[in-house]
């Protein structure tokens, strides 16, 4: 059974930081590109970031570079994502996803999906 487990979420304060994790087991996790995917409450996705299979490659929305990292450990199956200098309009379910092939900001093109880890940024 496929599955991907985020954790990490929580609240955090306007200028903190948050390091997401999203744990894969059920697929042959160093076959797949990984993304992270937002959001926030009263919208659609949005896509975050993403890592190519082996992590030597990486993209970010425009939103996000600067202040967000993200990185694999293919010998551990875990996907994370460093959240620094967030922000109001950071607050929102943060979703990893998986896909065979190359990476894409396109939200459909992912076949797996974890549930979502809340993060709300507020003083």
């Known amino acids: 059974e496929v599955q991907l487990v985020e954790s990490g979420g929580g609240l955090v304060q306007p200028g903190g930081s948050l390091r997401l994790s999203c744990a894969a087991s059920?697929?042959?996790?160093?076959?797949?590109?990984m993304s992270w995917v937002r959001q926030a409450p009263g919208k659609g996705l949005e896509w975050v970031s993403a890592?190519?299979?082996?992590?030597?490659?990486?993209y970010y929305a425009e939103s996000m570079k600067g202040r967000f990292t993200i990185s694999r450990d293919n010998a551990k199956n875990t996907l994370y994502l460093q959240m620094n200098s967030l922000k109001s309009e950071d607050t929102a379910v943060y979703y990893c996803?998986?896909?065979?092939?190359?990476?894409?900001?396109?939200?459909?093109?992912?076949?797996?999906w974890g549930q979502g880890t809340q993060v709300t940024v507020s003083s």
């Open positions: 996803a998986a896909r065979t092939g190359t990476v894409s900001a396109i939200d459909r093109d992912y076949q797996y």
């Open positions: 059920g697929f042959t996790f160093d076959d797949y590109a």
């Open positions: 890592i190519s299979w082996n992590g030597g490659s990486t």
